[in-house]
């Protein structure tokens, strides 16, 4: 069955530096998401991305963010000045359009734990 | 600010019996709801979705939902001590298709199944 992969499953990083965390969507989908869960914490939702344009959101997404679709298979979140608030699972997840009976479901890759120290 | 609220347990079930997970959400106008299962230290994993009033139910995975209640709910028959992990409540928002839609997760169940 095809998955969400995300590379690296860990990065470790010093304060102020920029990282680049990448995901490729399963092949079909069309909708792709940013979500992170810091330890202990409930999962938040960070960006969403449909047709090569940020379609919605959060607070926690500020200008330190980006996301890109730089070819037809890779997904890319970037944190230009990472802070120590950072660190977290950053979850990749992508949707297909809508198909009658499973219209909304989002899949999510295995995460990359962001370490900032 | 929208709310999707879970007893966080931890919830102790022996093995064969039947497991029972509970979500409210504050979000009138939200259609869409899911179930997801996490593994300590692993991502989030689809295991049921449901979008009408009613029972769904997917193998020994039953999802109820109630939108006059704002209440929606997880049965798990046989559990099987694979079973035990945090399940995940998460509500959809947006209008899908333009692709604005969000997932708003609470916080889990932790789920406990005792051999």
């Known amino acids: 069955e095809p998955e969400v992969t995300q590379t690296p499953s860990h990065q470790v990083t010093q304060m102020g530096q920029e990282v680049i965390l990448r995901c490729v969507p399963i092949s079909n989908h069309l909708y792709f998401y940013w979500y992170r869960q810091i330890l202990g914490q409930k999962v938040e939702f960070l960006v969403s991305f449909y047709n090569n344009e940020i379609s919605e959101k959060s607070e926690i997404f500020d200008d330190q963010f980006s996301v890109e679709r730089p070819d037809g298979s890779n997904f890319t979140l970037k944190i230009r000045s990472t802070k120590l608030e950072d660190s977290a699972m950053y979850f990749c997840?992508?949707?297909?359009?809508?198909?009658?009976?499973?219209?909304?479901?989002?899949?999510f890759g295995p995460g990359t734990r962001l370490t900032v120290t | 600010q929208k709310e999707v609220e879970q007893n966080s347990g931890p919830l102790s079930v022996p093995e064969g019996a039947i497991a029972s997970l509970n979500c409210t959400y504050s979000d009138r106008v939200s259609q869409s709801f899911f179930w997801y299962r996490q593994y300590s230290g692993k991502s989030p994993e689809l295991i049921m979705s449901?979008?009408?009033?009613g029972d769904k139910e997917d193998g020994r995975f039953t999802a109820q939902l109630n939108k006059a209640s704002q209440y929606v709910s997880l049965l798990i028959r046989d559990s099987q001590p694979s079973d035990s992990a945090t399940y995940l409540c998460?509500?959809?928002?947006?209008?899908?298709?333009?692709?604005?839609?969000?997932?708003?997760f609470g916080t889990g169940t932790r789920l406990t199944i005792i051999p």
């Open positions: 449901i979008y009408s009033n």
């Open positions: 998460a509500v959809n928002e947006g209008i899908s298709n333009f692709g604005n839609e969000k997932l708003t």
């Open positions: 997840a992508s949707r297909l359009r809508w198909t009658s009976g499973r219209a909304y479901e989002q899949y």
